[in-house]
């Protein structure tokens, strides 16, 4: 089972970025999709969630309206659209799958079976 991310990198206060994440090993199609995040000194959180069929998801509410989760299981690939990036998202971002079909409350406390090794996020001017 592999989960990699990509797209990460240094981008000014209220860019934009997209991060990827590449999943193998496993039945794409059957597993709730995520995104974490976890900043210095503080502990890992859940930015978004996606169903199996994208019909529903979940956004933490510090990212409501800037941030989009979308996935393409022909392609076995889980996205993370960021907008009007800010500072205060400057974290480790792990893409991460969960068994199974979650509601979108469920996704906000979703315990991953799987994990990437996560993309450096850095928003600065």
């Known amino acids: 089972v592999q989960l990699v991310e990509s797209g990460g990198g240094l981008v000014q206060p209220g860019g934009s970025l997209r991060v990827s994440c590449a999943a193998s090993?496993?039945?794409?199609?059957?597993?709730?999709m995520g995104w974490f995040r976890q900043a210095p000194g503080k502990e890992r959180e859940v930015v978004a969630g996606?169903?199996?069929?994208?019909?529903?998801?979940y956004y933490t509410d510090s990212v409501k309206g800037r941030f989009s989760i979308s996935r393409d299981n022909a392609k076995n690939t889980v996205y993370l659209q960021m907008n009007s990036l800010k500072p205060e998202d400057t974290a480790v971002y792990y893409c991460?799958?969960?068994?199974?079909?979650?509601?979108?409350?469920?996704?906000?406390?979703?315990?991953?079976?799987?994990w990437g090794q996560g993309t450096q996020v850095t928003v600065s001017s």
């Open positions: 090993g496993f039945f794409f199609s059957s597993y709730t």
């Open positions: 996606i169903s199996w069929s994208g019909g529903s998801t």
């Open positions: 991460a799958a969960a068994r199974g079909y979650l509601t979108a409350q469920a996704m906000g406390v979703m315990d991953p079976r799987y």
